[in-house]
């Protein structure tokens, strides 16, 4: 059964994971529905579409589409004319371009147009109408009129096309719309009736169920999981993995990793993506670059979302002929993304090459792609980790010049640029207007915004400031990004540099999931020294 069959595109977690270099990636994060009807040709070829008009370069091909004239149609212009200008020129309309111009329309979210056309194409029945048909009816039924009427829809859908495919697609309707109850009904009925459950389903409540506060439900839906027979897929494991990795807890990640083996399930780059990234973060560079290794070999053809990962994670190696080689297999792409320019240049300016972040600036600056906020502040980062608060200042300047206003990350790395200068004042009152801003909590927990903070914690402990540096540490606190001892150990040194002894630090630090080290030890013991 088709059902059974079509792969999770995970493009949610991939997004997700390009989270560790630029926050703006999950500004505006899609509320994405994967229907058991939406195609997928590989698992390993993930695509994350932020452009809504197709490439120059596929312009042509898609003229001469039907998928292209429906794309064109004016608003308000009924979607037959599109039909009429196709059976016009004598050509038939065939399922296969049907098909083609749902995904189309999906991908650019025109759920009402691609309504339009599953409806013309019931009605006027140019060919005979199959499941498939029906189960795309169904889903942008639901999305733009409710499950209401999603439900109504499916009674009068004739009885041999009920069958699995399309009760699959009304649960996941209704998990879209945050109805857990009545899709746990839904999946009891498919259970009487004798239908397969979709691996997509269960992996829609796994998400529906990520949250902190919901998490220890996730054990018993993997248990029902196997209780209805229904093997976990590879995208079941690596959105597992990904919770994990936003929790900062590389125990858990390895716990997953292990069970993911032992269910003889093969992972994917997306998998190695999710433990590169991971260890990464966690500054365990060894088992990253492993994992590096393990992304080339598994990686299939030129996916860009791959490279952007490559860009980032030898970043963070430190290997600037590989960051090379992957800028110039990202370069002879047919379409260069401005994302991955950001990308690129945060990476040099990681392993210190503010000369070729620059040179990488001028040419997205040439390009005359500059428009937000998010690409000045690839190169802004970069001045301002190195203390180049002059650059980052006329930088910042241009900006405002060029009605761009500056976010509250923009302001973060200001804040660092001042401080890494000996600018405190400056840097105080800057840090205060960034949190005037209004900033997701997705951002402030992204790793640019968590890393930028650290260093302003070591710049404070560095000066002996306890008081901001205890501030700012309680944003990595409510982050969990504080389970890493060299996050912790940034406070106390915060503390020795006061002259301040805490006795209940280390207490906290191991009960807060730190493990101290040979260097947690020693700044305690200086610290003892000032004990009253």
């Known amino acids: 059964m088709q059902v059974l069959k079509t792969l999770f595109r995970e493009r949610r977690t991939f997004q997700q994971i390009l989270t560790i270099s630029s926050p703006f990636l999950t500004q505006r994060t899609p509320k994405s529905l994967f229907f058991c009807t939406e195609k997928s040709s590989d698992d390993n070829n993930i695509t994350i579409q932020e452009e809504t008009n197709p490439e120059p370069e596929q312009e042509e091909l898609h003229r001469s589409s039907l998928s292209w004239r429906v794309e064109r149609l004016c608003k308000g212009k009924p979607v037959f004319s599109a039909f009429q200008s196709w059976m016009g020129e004598g050509l038939p309309i065939q399922r296969a371009d049907v098909f083609h111009a749902i995904n189309r329309l999906r991908k650019l979210k025109m759920n009402k147009r691609a309504l339009e056309v599953m409806e013309w194409v019931i009605r006027e029945k140019p060919y005979r109408p199959k499941e498939l048909d029906y189960s795309y009816l169904l889903e942008f039924t639901t999305k733009l009129h409710g499950v209401t009427q999603g439900e109504i829809l499916f ?11 399309l009760y699959n697609n009304l649960v996941m309707a209704c998990l879209d719309k945050g109805k857990i109850s009545l899709s746990l009904a839904y999946m009891k009925k498919m259970r009487e009736f004798g239908h397969p459950i979709s691996p997509l389903v269960f992996n829609r409540l796994i998400i529906l169920h990520s949250s902190p506060g919901r998490r220890k439900t996730i054990p018993k839906i993997l248990v029902q999981m196997k209780a209805d027979k229904v093997l976990p897929h590879v995208s079941t494991y690596n959105i597992l993995l990904k919770m994990e990795a936003d929790q900062h807890s590389i125990d858990g990640l390895v716990k997953v990793f292990g069970e993911m083996k032992r269910a003889n399930v093969e992972p994917n780059e997306i998998t190695y993506c999710i433990l590169a990234t991971a260890h990464a973060v966690a500054r365990l560079y060894a088992v990253c670059e492993a994992y590096v290794e393990a992304i080339e070999k598994s990686k299939a053809g030129n996916n860009w979302s791959t490279y952007d990962v490559l860009l980032i994670l030898y970043g963070y190696l430190g290997k600037e002929k590989e960051l090379e080689r992957i800028l110039g297999a990202v370069k002879e792409l047919p379409h260069v993304r401005y994302k991955s320019y950001v990308l690129a240049i945060e990476a040099f300016g990681r392993i210190g090459k503010v000369d070729r972040a620059e040179d990488l600036w001028i040419e997205l600056k040439s390009s005359k792609m500059l428009k937000s906020p998010e690409q000045y502040n690839s190169i802004i980062s970069v001045y301002c980790r190195h203390g180049l608060i002059d650059k980052a200042t006329e930088l910042f300047n241009e900006m405002e010049k060029n009605e761009i206003k500056p976010n509250a990350i923009t302001f973060r ?36 915004w968590l890393e930028t903070t650290l260093l302003m914690v070591e710049s404070f402990a560095d000066r002996g400031d306890l008081e901001n540096a205890k501030k700012l540490f309680e944003e990595l606190k409510e982050a969990r990004y504080s389970k890493y001892t060299f996050v912790y150990n940034a406070l106390i040194r915060a503390y020795v540099k006061a002259k301040v002894y805490d006795p209940d630090l280390l207490k906290e630090m191991i ?18 020294q000032f004990q009253v």
Do not use: W
């Open 155 to 165: 009674t009068r859908v004739p009885s041999e096309f009920q069958n699995d495919l």
């Open 413 to 448: 790395h200001q804040a660092l640029g001042f401080l890494k200068a000996g600018m405190f004042k400056k840097a105080l009152k800057t840090l205060n207007a960034g949190m005037n801003q209004i900033t997701s909590t997705t951002v402030r927990r992204s790793t640019p």
């Open 511 to 528: 009960l807060g999931g730190a493990r101290p080290d040979s260097e947690t030890y020693s700044l305690i013991k200086l610290s003892e």
